[in-house]
């Protein structure tokens, strides 16, 4: 009898092992065991966590205290809003589910999402939610009009677009009352409109952050008065950052955010120690209800956050010393350095006061083994300085760089440039029909130096010659929001057009001896645009195109 029953408990043994194993890789828990009969999920448009580091946010550090968090979590590239929202409620990144940019519409079709839940439309967690729960109520309440593009009308009960941040708050607080739904998505645009407008880390942009809290307080008013409190979980996130006064490049300040988890069976006061990714914040809904993901989401449920659930693995995230601030400082895209004439006076601070900082003059990373700063110093050539902290010979930050570039004494503005100002701009049109509404000379090929003139929809025609003083191949790069491209003798080698935020590609070519001709053209479709210009070769560091090297 012992051995019939012994003989009958392995395979049921192996059943059960494999059932567990598969209901953990898919994510799926107990929904009587995790009490979870609610979630909202709250995102801030442009929330940055130096935002909730410097504005004065009680409600958010009440959640952050009761709760489990991290101000570490990543974006998806690039850091716009219409892949980023997608992706957090997808699963799944750009590469899934097709949305790569603002651009996206049903009818414009780059990239078709890998599988459909309805026509165009990648599975979110609104139709997973809807599909596997029985009278479900759900709702998705947004600011920004253009978050009603990216999920399942038809399954959604509830489905406002408020024309303000107050009205959106009052309307997700009664909807929360009346409805006590399953699934609740509030999405918050002002601190993105600051960011734009005033720019990231301005007072302007913490006055928006300090208003985001009141406004979240009122809808945890609401949760706590529906007494609700007691089933639901809350996770409150963002799309992405910012870095002056735009956002959809590859900086840490765009592509970190925070989340938190606050509710039931979260750890309280809890840090969360493994990286979250963008696409994770869909998973973890579906992980608190009790759902099946799609096998098509990538993203995987925060359980570390829950109550039983102890650490990953050996790898959590790296948390680095505030990388050296080299002066001048750079300001939004601009980099630190700048233009000089005949000479520069070069000083390097640590902001943590608390490691080494070693330096390079040549372009190269710093190590152990490169000078250690002792005193600001004087360069009187076009120098890429570079910088890190270190402590017991150990790189402990972020490498700093800054472009010095220096002019001679009574240098002339060498690049000329044509104003453009048109209509409805995505991509650089053609000029040869069009007469240039201004002209002027600049020192480089920057939107910098020219920016009391940049409008939304202008077009900027830059012209010079480049000097070569002898045969190599050189690498060259524009970096800009929105579209730029860079010819040399009127061939095409740089193609960075296109309406995006601040991104950079390159292209490469051999040239001889003597003087090229340059033409950069670049647009700015609207908010805040950028466009600065490098070179590179094996006997040149890569630098901000040189005046010196401009004829």
Known sequence: MIKQLTAYMKPLSLAIGIFFLWSCDKGIRDPESSGVSHVVVIGFDGLSPDGLKKAITPTFDRLIEEGSSTMHARAVLPTSSSPNW?????????????????AWEKDNLVLPAIVQSEDFIFPTIFHTIAS???????????HWGGFGRLFEKGDVDFDENPK???????IAANYILEKKPTFTFIHFDHVDHAGHEFGHGTLE????????DRLLAHVINAIEKAEMTNNTLVIISADHGGLGKGHGGETLQETEIPFIVWGKSVKKGHKLLYPVYQYDNAATVAFAL??????????????NAFEGFGSVDDYPVREQLKEPVILPTGNGYKRAGGLFKEIAEVHIKDPNKSAEIRYTLDGSMPSKDSKPYEGSFKV????????????????KSMVTEAFYRITPKNAVKPVGYEVFYLDNLSYLPTLSNKKPALRGNSFEITSAEIGDKIKENTVIRFKTQIKIDQVDSFTFYTRSDDGSKLLINGKLIVDNDGDHGVREKEGKIDLKEGVHQLEVLWFNGGGDGWLDVYIESANMPKQILPT???K
Request: no cysteine; hydrophobic share 35%.
């Open 380 to 395: 009187d050539t076009n120098t890429v300085v570079k910088a890190a902290l270190f402590n017991n010979n150990k790189i």
């Open 164 to 170: 303000s941040e107050e009205e959106t708050a009052e």
């Open 132 to 142: 596997q729960t029985e009278k479900s109520e759900i709702g998705a309440i947004y």
């Open 548 to 550: 010196t090297m401009l």
């Open 86 to 102: 997608a992706s957090m409620i997808m699963g799944a990144g750009p590469e899934q589910h097709g949305i790569t940019s603002n």
């Open 290 to 303: 009790g759902l099946k993901t799609p096998h098509a989401w990538i993203g995987r449920p925060v359980k």
């Open 205 to 212: 942009y913490y006055v928006s952050v300090e208003k985001a």
